[in-house]
């Protein structure tokens, strides 16, 4: 039987969507996580991408702030 989670002080968080990163939702859920993990990461496009899943970046540079 696996144990209970009692906290998430030593967790690494992932957040995560498609609808940019000035998205309310997400800046709400990071926090929120602030407070309840020990490290969180968000990565999230720099503008909404909704059913861009299939998509490929060819011509235009990834950048990472």
Same mark, same amino acid.
């Given at each position: 039987m696996r144990e209970r989670v009692k906290s998430?002080?030593?967790a690494r968080?992932?957040?995560s969507n498609d609808d940019?990163?000035?998205a309310p939702g997400l800046k709400m859920l990071e926090r929120v996580m602030v407070k309840l993990a020990g =490290?969180?990461?968000v990565v @999230?496009? =720099?503008t909404e991408q909704? @059913?861009?899943s299939h998509s490929l970046t060819l011509r235009q540079p990834l950048r990472i702030r």
């Amino acid at each position: 039987m696996r144990e209970r989670v009692k906290s998430l002080r030593t967790a690494r968080v992932l957040i995560s969507n498609d609808d940019g990163i000035n998205a309310p939702g997400l800046k709400m859920l990071e926090r929120v996580m602030v407070k309840l993990a020990g =490290e969180v990461w968000v990565v @999230a496009p =720099e503008t909404e991408q909704s @059913a861009a899943s299939h998509s490929l970046t060819l011509r235009q540079p990834l950048r990472i702030r």
